[in-house]
């Protein structure tokens, strides 16, 4: 099993910037695909990004597209969401997320652990 930590979450201003790191234990995550998913209130959880188990391959919904930037640290066994040009539309909860299925998910659904979220709330 795997254990998932969100950091970093709290209240940012439209425009500014945030950066999630989520820390792992129980289980290296050298071999998973590591991503972001986040929860707007009242809506179901929305797939944001996701980065291959090497770090080669990003993705990013479109919503969060040339604003926000995943990266990886195996040595760490850690993940980051750098977020920038921060709009009101991105408050939710952030879900850090694995996959070891060899996949690259690209929807909530597919991916099989999860951390216990942070909130992010950006002001306008």
């Known amino acids: 099993q795997v254990q998932l930590r969100e950091s970093g979450g709290g209240l940012g201003q439209a425009g500014g910037s945030l950066r999630l790191p989520c820390a792992a234990s129980?289980?290296?995550?050298?071999?998973?695909?590591m991503g972001w998913v986040r929860q707007a209130p009242g809506k179901e959880r929305r797939f944001a990004a996701v980065i291959s188990w090497r770090g080669g391959s990003t993705i990013y919904a479109d919503s969060v597209k040339g604003r926000f930037a995943i990266s990886r640290d195996n040595a760490k066994n850690a993940v980051y969401l750098q977020m920038s040009s921060l709009k009101p539309a991105d408050t939710a909860v952030y879900y850090c997320?694995?996959?070891?299925?060899?996949?690259?998910?690209?929807?909530?659904?597919?991916?099989?652990?999860w951390g216990q979220g942070t909130q992010v709330t950006v002001s306008s």
């Open positions: 129980g289980r290296t995550l050298s071999s998973a695909a």
């Open positions: 997320a694995a996959s070891f299925t060899r996949l690259v998910p690209t929807t909530a659904h597919e991916f099989g652990y």
